[in-house]
């Protein structure tokens, strides 16, 4: 049963600093994965969508990794700034598209001015 | 990317009563999904709603407590039933992109007193 962990739950930084967030996945066998940032009490915005044959994805300030041998994924985030703060949630596809899309439950972020 | 719209944004409810929630999307999809995030926690897939049959509910989840229509492709309303606290929640509903992707409307917070 494919089980999606991120870890840390919450995570508090300063201002202009470069950040990881780190989702892992137990089944490898994925179709993809996407990352998601939701401000608090609000839905979900996709940032990155990576597909199982790719290794990264790029969007601005925002850059997302797959390595499926190792069931890891990290959003890695430039020059953070306040605007940035929010829940992240990254969200595993399985290979059998039958099957439900698995979240994590999210990694708090608060970027401090 | 798909733009999703929902009804009511939030509601504060009082035990016992019932709340339909409506959600509408700019384009047409086959499939629409209905999903519950209880606080500080993930998300939970309700049931997945397809045009012109019954939706497909997830274990824990059952018709008469969560009724759901879908009368066409852009449209899809959910309903929770005879209220109690445990359901205060954010109510999400989300459609499948291509590639597929997932998106998600902005939610509808709900309040059980």
């Known amino acids: 049963k494919q089980e999606v962990t991120q870890i840390p739950a919450a995570l508090s930084v300063p201002e202009g600093e470069n950040l990881v967030l780190n989702c892992s996945f137990t089944d490898s066998a994925i179709y993809n994965l996407q990352w998601f940032r939701q401000d608090p009490g609000k839905g979900l915005t996709s940032l990155l969508l990576?597909?199982?044959?790719?290794r990264e994805q790029t969007s601005g300030r925002l850059n997302a990794s797959l390595d499926k041998s190792s069931g890891r994924s990290t959003l890695y985030i430039a020059a953070s700034q306040p605007g940035d703060s929010a829940t992240y949630l990254c969200a595993v596809r399985p290979k059998n598209r039958d099957d439900k899309i698995i979240f994590g439950k999210g990694t708090r972020l608060h970027i401090l001015p | 990317s798909a733009v999703i719209s929902q009804k009511p944004s939030r509601d504060i409810c009082q035990r016992g009563t019932s709340l339909t929630i409506q959600c509408q999307v700019d384009s047409q999809v086959t499939m629409m999904f209905w999903y519950r995030q209880q606080p500080g926690q993930s998300l939970t897939l309700i049931a997945t709603?397809?045009?012109?049959?019954?939706?497909?509910?997830e274990s824990g989840f059952v018709i008469d407590k969560f009724p759901i229509s879908r009368p066409n492709l852009t449209f899809s309303t959910l309903t929770v039933s005879n209220m109690s606290p445990e359901d205060s929640s954010i109510y999400l509903c989300?459609?499948?992109?291509?590639?597929?992707?997932?998106?998600f409307g902005p939610g509808t917070r709900l309040l059980v007193l």
């Open positions: 989300s459609v499948e992109g291509p590639q597929p992707t997932q998106y």
């Open positions: 990576i597909q199982s044959s790719q």
């Open positions: 709603a397809n045009q012109g049959s019954e939706a497909t509910y």
